[in-house]
């Protein structure tokens, strides 16, 4: 399986706004759930947002519920998380995940999800 791939991190002040991009292969794309996750140093992985294979249903941590949004362009077998507003504490390694025919334990757990992106680094000073 071709990894997902992750783009548009960056540094940017307390406030402000970027959009991650995670493209995957054909197959992958239309499967499953594709969820972004992070981890600051230090800390574990923890889940920022999901989304079905339809995007029909999403899930949102508590700490970004509200400040981002997630969202699929079928046509270039993108998964895009939009983030506003952002905070020191959303400084982070994002990663994209996706599922490969492994168990089911809810959007929000690293378990679920066998196939991981190399990371694009967010970084928000204040």
């Known amino acids: 399986q071709v990894q997902p791939a992750e783009s548009g991190g960056g540094s940017v002040q307390a406030g402000g706004s970027l959009r991650l991009s995670c493209v995957t292969s054909?197959?992958?794309?239309?499967?499953?759930?594709i969820a972004w996750f992070r981890q600051a140093p230090g800390r574990e992985r923890e889940a920022v947002a999901g989304i079905n294979t339809f995007g029909t249903s999403k899930y949102y941590a508590d700490s970004v519920q509200g400040r981002s949004s997630i969202s699929r362009y079928n046509v270039a077998r993108t998964v895009y998380l939009q983030l506003d507003n952002l905070k020191p504490e959303d400084t982070a390694m994002y990663y994209c995940?996706?599922?490969?025919?492994?168990?089911?334990?809810?959007?929000?757990?690293?378990?679920?999800?066998?196939?991981w992106g190399q990371g694009t680094q967010v970084t928000v000073s204040s």
């Open positions: 054909e197959d992958i794309y239309g499967r499953d759930w």
């Open positions: 995940a996706a599922r490969d025919d492994g168990p089911w334990f809810g959007p929000a757990s690293v378990r679920s999800y066998q196939l």
